[in-house]
């Protein structure tokens, strides 16, 4: 079956994924250049690597069963599918592969459709979101109006409960409601691409179930995507774009995080913390964004109105307001 995504009724139009305003902070074209250069081996190797470190957990978790090394095990697969999330979203921005082709089918059936996502329809969700930010037209924060768990600051106990919500697998409603409204955009594809789409869940299925191994899916792949994968989306997206201080300007819009090596493993993989420097320069490939941070950093305008917090505790305590003057006494910014 020869199915071109380009093809597709409304992909040739690709939307812009430039921020709607003025970038307050210029790079170069050459800087610009050479950052944005594409690495197709290093991509391959982040999505072989990822895969090969859920397979080699399950078989090791399988081989050597206790209730420890199994949660241990969930948090991890957990995220490792966040960092397939995050190289599918790379593959949004065609930034990948240099092959259209290669790159979108690469973000479809490799990183997005085993997490319940279509990237096609993400990319339309997603360039909106990038082109008006945090205004009416963008669908991620217009999705969010009316919603008390975005609403910040909260009170500690609501924080944490919000937080214990997610982990116990309850919060696998948020993850459900945001794959059925990017199903629900799925529209003007062709009927090769929805066969290939749910022949490629119903293949997995059958496949499973021929071995025996319907239990391996659910311990293995879907309790680590509606738990653990679940709270860390929930923060990663609250670090993002929430309880930021004032929206008059493109530097209050988001914030970028530190991030320690556990926080990269278990939190933040593939340089997702760096967000503010994807947002103004999205053709930047994720491993490259640690690099567009130093040159970014390196400019006056930018160090002195950036907003960097120490690390992802530190964004729940921007959370909480003056809620919990204990978690409030230490600084979570990192002052420029």
Same mark, same amino acid.
């Given at each position: 079956?020869?199915?071109?995504?380009?093809?597709?009724?409304?992909?040739?139009?690709?939307?812009?994924?430039?921020?709607?305003?003025?970038?307050?902070?210029?790079?170069?074209?050459?800087?610009? *250049?050479?950052?944005?250069?594409?690495?197709?081996?290093?991509?391959?190797?982040?999505?072989?690597?990822?895969?090969?470190?859920? #397979?080699?957990?399950?078989?090791?978790?399988?081989?050597?069963?206790?209730?420890? #090394?199994?949660?241990?095990?969930?948090?991890?697969?957990?995220?490792?599918?966040?960092?397939?999330?995050?190289?599918?979203?790379?593959?949004?921005?065609?930034?990948?592969?240099?092959? *259209?082709?290669?790159?979108?089918?690469?973000?479809?059936?490799?990183?997005?459709?085993?997490?319940?996502?279509?990237?096609?329809?993400?990319?339309?969700?997603?360039?909106?979101?990038?082109?008006?930010?945090? @205004?009416?037209?963008?669908?991620?924060?217009?999705?969010?109006?009316?919603? @008390?768990?975005?609403?910040?600051?909260?009170?500690?106990?609501?924080?944490?409960?919000?937080?214990?919500?997610?982990?116990?697998?309850?919060?696998?409603?948020?993850?459900?409601?945001?794959?059925?409204?990017?199903?629900?955009?799925?529209?003007?594809? @062709?009927?090769?691409?929805?066969?290939?789409?749910?022949?490629?869940?119903?293949?997995?299925?059958?496949?499973?179930?021929?071995?025996?191994?319907?239990?391996?899916?659910?311990?293995?792949?879907?309790?680590?995507?509606?738990?653990?994968?679940?709270?860390?989306? *929930?923060?990663?997206?609250?670090?993002?774009?929430?309880?930021?201080?004032?929206?008059?300007?493109?530097?209050?819009?988001?914030?970028?995080?530190?991030?320690?090596? #556990?926080?990269?493993?278990?939190?933040?993989?593939?340089?997702?913390?760096?967000?503010?420097?994807?947002?103004?320069?999205?053709?930047?490939?994720?491993? *490259?964004?640690?690099?567009?941070?130093?040159?970014?950093?390196?400019? @006056?305008?930018?160090?002195?109105?950036?907003?960097?917090?120490?690390?992802?505790?530190?964004?729940?305590?921007?959370?909480?307001?003056?809620?919990?003057?204990?978690?409030?006494?230490?600084?979570?910014?990192?002052?420029?």
């Amino acid at each position: 079956m020869n199915i071109d995504l380009t093809k597709d009724r409304g992909a040739q139009e690709r939307p812009s994924d430039d921020l709607d305003g003025t970038i307050p902070v210029k790079l170069s074209k050459e800087e610009l *250049r050479d950052l944005s250069a594409l690495s197709p081996l290093r991509s391959t190797f982040h999505i072989v690597a990822e895969w090969t470190l859920i #397979l080699t957990a399950i078989f090791l978790c399988q081989r050597h069963f206790n209730l420890a #090394l199994y949660l241990l095990t969930v948090a991890f697969i957990g995220a490792r599918q966040h960092a397939l999330l995050i190289l599918m979203h790379d593959g949004v921005h065609y930034r990948l592969f240099r092959g *259209r082709r290669l790159n979108d089918w690469t973000a479809e059936i490799i990183l997005a459709w085993p997490n319940l996502i279509s990237a096609r329809a993400y990319r339309r969700n997603h360039f909106a979101h990038h082109r008006y930010l945090n @205004s009416a037209k963008d669908p991620d924060w217009a999705r969010r109006q009316g919603d @008390s768990t975005w609403v910040f600051p909260k009170h500690w106990s609501q924080l944490s409960l919000l937080m214990l919500r997610d982990l116990s697998g309850l919060g696998a409603i948020y993850y459900l409601k945001l794959a059925l409204m990017l199903l629900s955009r799925d529209t003007g594809v @062709s009927r090769g691409f929805l066969v290939a789409r749910y022949g490629f869940y119903a293949a997995v299925i059958g496949v499973l179930a021929w071995f025996g191994a319907i239990h391996l899916l659910l311990m293995y792949w879907f309790v680590p995507l509606f738990t653990w994968m679940t709270v860390i989306f *929930r923060i990663r997206s609250i670090a993002e774009h929430s309880a930021i201080e004032g929206r008059a300007n493109a530097y209050a819009q988001t914030r970028s995080t530190g991030a320690s090596l #556990l926080a990269h493993i278990f939190v933040a993989p593939k340089n997702v913390n760096y967000h503010i420097e994807h947002h103004f320069y999205p053709s930047v490939p994720f491993y *490259r964004l640690p690099e567009l941070h130093r040159v970014l950093m390196s400019k @006056s305008d930018f160090k002195e109105s950036v907003h960097v917090t120490r690390s992802y505790l530190g964004v729940l305590r921007e959370c909480l307001g003056n809620s919990h003057p204990i978690l409030r006494m230490r600084p979570s910014r990192v002052e420029a």
